[in-house]
């Protein structure tokens, strides 16, 4: 019943209110190409502080149904503030995993719009090729390189890098780097907490925002697996 709560969850985030949210995980900038297990759902969640006054708040359902099981559907609602300006962006996401690796690296496609309800206008929309590959039981690398649109600007090249390291039971490091070919890059790092075998992730990074203002960023994730 729990899956099939969030599954509907998923479903009308996607359908009635058509912000990219591809990571791998919760509030990372880099996505992985790893879909969720089949018959299961999240629910990733964070809360950013994004420097100058701007602050961001995300909510990120999704589903892998059974029988589907390389493809994950599905929305993202965030409410974004900043001085003089707040709104709701909310939109679909879906991620296909084309090759689930083996001897090779993981490979998918991945795909998400935003839509400023208030406006009805596509705020922005990205497609994306994610790779994962594992070196060694306990560094993951994901990889990202794709095309991206924004509103009021031109079609731009998307890219990605992040390392994650198991430093011990349950508790993972990660650094990652991402943005556009245009402008100056993103960074971020932190730690994840891994609890409740394995269904709670607990999230806190730090980094700093692509573009020419470059401003710090802080941020406190939760993601729940059903």
Same mark, same amino acid.
């Given at each position: 019943?729990?899956?099939?709560?969030?599954?509907?969850?998923?479903?009308?985030?996607?359908?009635?209110?058509?912000?990219?949210?591809?990571?791998?995980?919760?509030?990372?900038?880099?996505?992985?190409?790893?879909?969720?297990?089949?018959?299961?759902?999240?629910?990733?969640?964070?809360?950013?502080?994004?420097?100058?006054?701007?602050?961001?708040?995300?909510?990120?359902?999704?589903?892998?149904?059974?029988?589907?099981?390389?493809?994950?559907?599905?929305?993202?609602?965030?409410?974004?503030?900043?001085?003089?300006?707040?709104?709701?962006?909310?939109?679909?996401?879906?991620?296909?995993?084309?090759?689930?690796?083996?001897?090779?690296?993981?490979?998918?496609?991945?795909?998400?719009?935003?839509?400023?309800?208030?406006?009805?206008?596509?705020?922005?929309?990205?497609?994306?090729?994610?790779?994962?590959?594992?070196?060694?039981?306990?560094?993951?690398?994901?990889?990202?390189?794709?095309?991206?649109?924004?509103?009021?600007?031109?079609?731009? #090249? %998307?890219? !990605?890098? =992040?390392?994650?390291? @198991?430093?011990?039971?349950? &508790?993972? *490091?990660?650094?990652?780097?991402?943005?556009?070919?245009?402008?100056?890059?993103?960074?971020?790092?932190?730690?994840?907490?891994?609890?409740?075998?394995?269904?709670?992730?607990?999230? #806190? %990074?730090? !980094?700093? =925002?692509?573009?020419? @203002?470059?401003?710090?960023? &802080?941020? *406190?994730?939760?993601?729940?697996?059903?």
């Amino acid at each position: 019943m729990r899956n099939i709560l969030l599954w509907l969850l998923s479903a009308a985030s996607a359908i009635a209110m058509p912000l990219p949210a591809m990571a791998a995980g919760g509030a990372h900038g880099v996505d992985d190409a790893v879909v969720e297990t089949p018959g299961a759902c999240h629910m990733e969640s964070w809360v950013s502080d994004l420097g100058g006054g701007e602050r961001l708040v995300n909510f990120s359902p999704a589903c892998t149904p059974g029988a589907l099981p390389a493809v994950e559907i599905g929305g993202t609602v965030q409410r974004v503030a900043a001085p003089g300006e707040r709104r709701w962006l909310a939109g679909p996401a879906i991620k296909w995993t084309l090759h689930q690796g083996g001897r090779g690296p993981a490979i998918g496609l991945a795909g998400s719009a935003l839509i400023d309800p208030g406006s009805g206008h596509i705020d922005s929309a990205a497609l994306l090729v994610p790779m994962t590959f594992r070196p060694t039981e306990k560094i993951t690398v994901n990889l990202n390189v794709g095309i991206g649109h924004s509103r009021g600007d031109a079609a731009h #090249l %998307l890219y !990605g890098a =992040q390392v994650d390291v @198991a430093v011990a039971k349950g &508790v993972a *490091l990660m650094a990652e780097t991402f943005g556009r070919h245009d402008r100056r890059p993103a960074w971020q790092a932190g730690v994840r907490w891994t609890v409740d075998r394995a269904r709670i992730d607990l999230d #806190l %990074l730090a !980094g700093r =925002q692509g573009g020419a @203002a470059g401003q710090g960023s &802080v941020t *406190l994730g939760f993601t729940i697996r059903r």
